[in-house]
T-cell receptor, first 113, second 116 residues
Framework: KQEVTQIPAALSVPEGENLVLNCSFT??????LQWFRQDPGKGLTSLLL?????REQTSGRLNASLDKSSGRSTLYIAASQPGDSATYLC????????????FGTGTRLKVLA | AAGVIQSPRHLIKEKRETATLKCYPI?????VYWYQQGPGQDPQFLIS???????DKGSIPDRFSAQQFSDYHSELNMSSLELGDSALYFC???????????????FGNGTRLTVT
């Protein structure tokens, strides 16, 4: 059974710092991995989607990498800002099973001004 | 750009009552997914629909049912509500059903259900 874990569960950093969020999954048989941002009490906003054949995707200050064989993905946030404070979730689409997207446990990020 | 619309945003019900949550997908999206997110939890898949037919089923209680209508909007019906049903319910839509199509899911802002 696919399990997705995110470390750390919570992170607090000063503004301007570069940071890395980690996502691990137990079964490398995935079609893709997607990173989401969730603000408190709000919906999920898609940040980046990496196909299984890709190694990384970039959008602005965000860079996501994927190492499918080792079951790992990282989300790199450059020059963090207080507005980046949110919970970041990764989700994978397994090739087996019947449904789309198994979510990780999330990393709650707080960027201090 | 149009997003996924969910209604109501907030809903308060008592135990054993019934609730109906609605989801309006992005125009031309034919696939709808429902997720449940408990306090401090990650979203758990409930059920999905493609072209008005149920396509996948996750950890959805028998007390819950859902359907997708001809205009592609979907409704999640929840009966005999329990305190543990209190959660944020998300709807997401995509343009395809195949998981290998690599099209991202677009989520609505959710309906916060509180059962007292």
């Amino acid at each position: 059974k696919q399990e997705v874990t995110q470390i750390p569960a919570a992170l607090s950093v000063p503004e301007g710092e570069n940071l890395v969020l980690n996502c691990s999954f137990t079964d490398s048989a995935i079609y893709n991995l997607q990173w989401f941002r969730q603000d408190p009490g709000k919906g999920l906003t898609s940040l980046l989607l990496i196909q299984s054949s890709q190694r990384e995707q970039t959008s602005g200050r965000l860079n996501a990498s994927l190492d499918k064989s080792s079951g790992r993905s990282t989300l790199y946030i450059a020059a963090s800002q207080p507005g980046d404070s949110a919970t970041y979730l990764c989700a994978v689409t397994p090739t087996s099973g019947t449904y789309k997207y198994i979510f990780g446990t999330g990393t709650r990020l707080k960027v201090l001004a | 750009a149009a997003g996924v619309i969910q209604s109501p945003r907030h809903l308060i019900k008592e135990k054993r009552e019934t609730a109906t949550l609605k989801c309006y997908p992005i125009p031309r999206h034919d696939t709808v997914y429902w997720y449940q997110q408990g306090p401090g939890q990650d979203p758990q898949f409930l059920i999905s629909f493609y072209e008005k037919m149920q396509s996948d089923k996750g950890s959805i209680p028998d007390r819950f049912s859902a359907q997708q209508f001809s205009d592609y909007h979907s409704e999640l019906n929840m009966s005999s509500l329990e305190l543990g049903d209190s959660a944020l319910y998300f709807c997401a839509s995509s343009g395809y059903t195949a998981p290998w199509d690599n099209s991202p899911l677009h989520f609505g802002n959710g309906t916060r259900l509180t059962v007292t």
